[in-house]
C-alpha cells in the first residue's frame, strides 16, 4: 500500500507522530528497523536481556534487540550485522551459527516499525555485555527446561515479559519438532 499524504503532527528526537487517511501512527526518526535475537547456548539455554522501561514503568524482559541503521555513519547497516552487534552489546555472548527466520510488524494499527527475528545458536559468552554507555541490561541464561517456571516469578514480580519472548519460545518449539521428524 502506498502513503497517501501523510501529515506530520509532531516529531521528536526518536519518533515522528503523523496522520494518514484517518489513522495516527508514530514513525521511527533514525534506524531502518529493529532486529531481535533468539539466541541459545550448546547447553539449550536462552539468552535475555532485563532492563527498565520508561514507557511501561517497569522492568521488561525481553530478546536481545535494538535498532539497525541508528548509528551515525552506519545508517545502512545491514540488518545481520545490528543483530550480531546488538546481541554482543546487550549480552556478551556471540555466536558463528547465525540467520534470519522473519520479518514482521510490532504494533501494525500504532507504529511503521518492523522487527526481523535472527536465530543466533551455539553462543558462547566473550565479554560482559550489559548494553551501550545509555543502557543497564542486566543479561540472563535460562534453561529452556525451566523457562516456564522462571518467566512466572519474574511475572509476579511485576516484571513484564515482552512478547517477543514468547514468540521466541514458538520458533524453538517448531525447531525441535521439526528436528523430530
Not at 550448546?42 to 535494538?66: F, M, N, W, Y
Not at 535472527?118 to 545509555?134: E, K, L, M, Y
Not at 517477543?164 to 514458538?170: D, Q, T
Request: charged residues 25%; glycine residues 10%.
Amino acid at each position: 500500500m502506498r502513503r497517501v499524504n501523510p501529515q506530520i503532527i509532531g516529531e521528536g528526537k526518536h519518533l515522528r507522530l503523523v496522520s494518514e487517511r484517518g489513522w495516527e501512527y508514530a514513525d521511527r526518526v533514525r534506524g531502518t528497523g529493529v532486529v531481535a535475537i533468539v539466541a541459545t547456548t550448546a547447553d539449550d539455554e536462552l539468552i535475555l536481556t532485563e532492563q527498565s522501561r520508561v514507557p511501561v514503568k517497569r522492568k521488561v524482559v525481553d530478546l536481545a534487540a535494538g535498532l539497525a541503521g541508528d548509528v551515525s555513519g552506519e545508517e545502512s547497516e545491514a540488518f545481520e550485522q545490528a543483530a550480531r552487534r546488538e546481541l554482543e552489546e546487550e549480552t556478551g555472548f556471540h555466536a558463528d551459527e547465525f540467520w534470519h527466520i522473519f520479518t514482521g510488524p510490532t504494533s501494525a494499527g500504532m507504529v511503521t516499525e518492523m522487527v526481523a527475528f535472527f536465530r543466533a545458536v551455539n553462543c558462547q559468552r566473550v565479554s560482559a555485555g550489559g548494553g551501550d554507555h545509555t543502557e543497564d541490561i542486566r543479561v540472563h541464561v535460562v534453561p529452556l527446561a525451566k523457562i516456564g517456571a522462571w518467566l512466572t516469578r519474574k511475572q509476579t514480580r511485576r516484571t513484564c515479559i515482552d512478547p517477543k519472548v514468547y514468540a521466541a519460545l514458538g520458533i524453538l518449539g517448531l525447531e525441535a519438532a521439526h528436528s523430530e521428524s
